[in-house]
Every structure is written in C-alpha cells, then in structure tokens.
C-alpha cells in the first residue's frame, strides 16, 4: 500500500527535476535581457531589438549546453539544438519550438523597452536642496526597467498503462514559466571615461571647475616659487578645474 503511494511520486522526481531546470534558465535569461539594458540603453548607445533578444535567448539559455556564442546565432527546432536533458519520458522535447520561448517588457508584459520602465525616486539618495537638483544635472530620469522571459512547455503524451499513468496529472497543464529582472540602468553606467567626465563637468557638481580661469595666474606663482629648486621652469602646478586627471583607465599594455 505504502509502495502504491511512493512508487508514483519516484517517477515524478526526474520530471520535476527538468522543470526546474528549465525555470532556473528563464531566471538566468531574464538576468540577461535586463543586464543587457544597462549595457545597451539609451544613454549609452541603443537598446537590442526585442527580436534580437529572443533569438540570443533562445540560444544562449535554451538551446544545447555546449552552443558557442556567437552574434546572430539561431536556434533551430531540431535535435542537435535542443537540450537533450529537457525531455518528456517518450524522449519529445519540452520545449517543442523555439518560439515558445519569448521576451516582454515591464510589469505589462509589453513588446517595446518603453515598456519596461517604471518610475523611481531617482534623486531620493542626494539628499540635496531643490534648488540644485542634482539629479536632473546627472540625467537619472530612466527609472527601474524590467525584463520578462517566458517559456511555454509542451502538454506530456499519453504511452498507456503501466508507470506512464504517473504522469496523466501532466498531460493537459498547459504549464509555462515566466521569470524576470528588475535593474535601474540609469546614466550612472557610460561607455567611456570621457563619457562619465562629461556628465559630472558641471559647475552645480564640481564647484572646483570655477577656478579653471585661475591657472595662467596659480601657474606664474608655482614657477616663482619653485624657480630656485627647478632652473628650467619646468614646475607643476596644481590642476585647477580640471577632471582629466581623475580617470579610470586600463592601461593600454592590459588592452593586448
């Protein structure tokens, strides 16, 4: 009697096992649709087509395990690109076409990245005077973006009596996985140096940048002084209003 009621749940395990497989890769594609934001947005550069998201989706989380990642790769719905672990017990993929798996945005689940954003406080953390609003200086407007993934399973086939019949609960769910990520892919990310100096050289910012116009005259002092020590008149003096200095750069010996 006691076999009756375990045997079943047994043979489940394996089942169960691939669906949360395969929810554990939604998760980690929603991870990617929303990260790819903060690299590609509008402050940056352009957001990827939804289309294009999907297609490296579907290829790089859904696909078999060894796919190489490369640009403009597409999943094919044959063997040789499934992932062989996601089967039901007649050896069917759960994922019946690739195109079961698909990408929206935002809490609607809307087709356009202007979908994806919500507001937020984004100028709460400066704690600052209106007056100054530093958050308008520093263009953080974007909000919070959301990326959503779904994955349509297929239905499990009925193969008859005997151990199949643990699975008749299975075969008309119609289950689907849906997972997403939520970040804040504001103007704080830049793709160069030059781009987070750019955002920052402002007077309301850098007060400092007011003493630029004082350099000629800071610069004929340091000489003055340092002339004695350094009869060449090569003198250093201070940056004044200057950020140049301040950036984060590899060295060009890392880049190789």
């Known amino acids: ?87 039901d017990p007649q050896g069917e993929a759960l994922i019946r076409r690739f195109s079961d798996v698909s990408v929206s945005f935002g809490a609607g689940n809307g087709t356009s990245h202007a979908d994806a954003i919500s507001g937020a406080d984004d100028g709460a953390p400066f704690n600052m005077p209106v007056p100054l609003k530093v958050a308008d200086q520093m263009a953080l407007h974007t909000g919070v973006y959301r990326a959503n993934v779904h994955v349509k399973l297929a239905n499990l086939k009925d193969i008859g009596p005997g151990y199949a019949s643990t699975y008749e609960t299975f075969k008309n769910i119609d289950l689907s996985i849906s997972r997403h990520t939520a970040v804040v892919p504001d103007t704080w990310t830049a793709a160069d140096p030059e781009q987070v100096q750019s955002r920052i050289d402002k007077t309301v910012l850098f007060p400092g940048k007011m003493l630029a116009n004082a350099k000629p005259l800071v610069k004929a002092a340091v000489i003055a002084v340092q002339s004695p020590a350094i009869p060449d008149g090569n003198a250093n003096p201070p940056k004044l209003g200057e950020l140049d200095f301040w950036r984060d750069e590899v060295p060009a010996d890392r880049k190789r």
């Open 1 to 87: 009697m006691i076999a009756l009621a375990l045997v079943p749940l047994f043979l489940l395990i394996p089942l169960i096992g691939k669906y949360q497989s395969i929810s554990h890769a939604t998760e980690m594609a929603s991870r990617y649709a929303a990260f790819e934001a903060i690299a590609n947005n509008e402050g940056m550069s352009a957001y990827k087509p939804r289309a294009q998201l999907e297609q490296e989706v579907r290829r790089r989380f859904f696909s078999n395990s060894d796919a190489p990642i490369k640009t403009n790769d597409e999943a094919g719905d044959f063997k040789a690109n499934q992932n062989l672990m996601w089967v």
